[in-house]
């Protein structure tokens, strides 16, 4: 089943400083609900980390001790000056297919939108409506931040 997904949020911080929190480990575990964790292997801090990385690295997505999804990340593009990136994961537990596409605008005033798309494919039906409501709880997380 494809999914297709939209959200833009305005955030209180420079587009400079949502750039760092967007592409840093740190930043992105900050966006995700309490009880998710991620972590990668080998570690990486940042997505130009995850580009210059010897070995394929392997995200896992955990629920409190639990893993409930593993996928090798992959960076399609990343372009600093532009302030966005597009991520095509493969190998993804319960995932087909998978892209997200981050973007962030200056809107002056110390504040910046973050603009994400996220679509891809998976065998099990609620697989889409899952992702939704992560990235909804996400963009929630960076309204407040």
Do not use: K, Q, Y
């Not at 966005?84 to 994961?89: A, K, P, Q, R, Y």
């Not at 005033?109 to 891809?120: C, I, K, P, T």
Request: glycine letters at 6%; hydrophobic letters at 45%; charged letters at 30%.
């Amino acid at each position: 089943m494809r999914f297709e997904h939209r959200f833009e949020t305005t955030v209180n911080r420079s587009a400079a400083a949502a750039w760092i929190a967007a592409t840093t480990l740190d930043g992105i575990v900050d966006e995700l609900p309490r009880l998710l964790r991620l972590r990668t292997t080998p570690a990486v801090r940042t997505l130009e980390e995850l580009l210059d990385a010897d070995a394929t690295v392997v995200a896992t997505l955990c629920l409190g001790p639990l893993p409930v999804l593993g996928w090798t990340p992959g960076l399609e593009r990343l372009d600093a000056e532009a302030r966005m990136f597009v991520e095509t994961s493969t190998d993804m537990t319960w995932m087909r297919a998978w892209r997200h596409e981050r973007r962030i605008v200056e809107l002056g005033d110390g504040r910046a939108r973050v603009e994400d798309r996220v679509s891809g494919s998976s065998a099990l039906p609620l697989a889409g409506a899952v992702v939704g409501l992560l990235f909804r709880a996400r963009h929630r997380r960076l309204a407040r931040a």
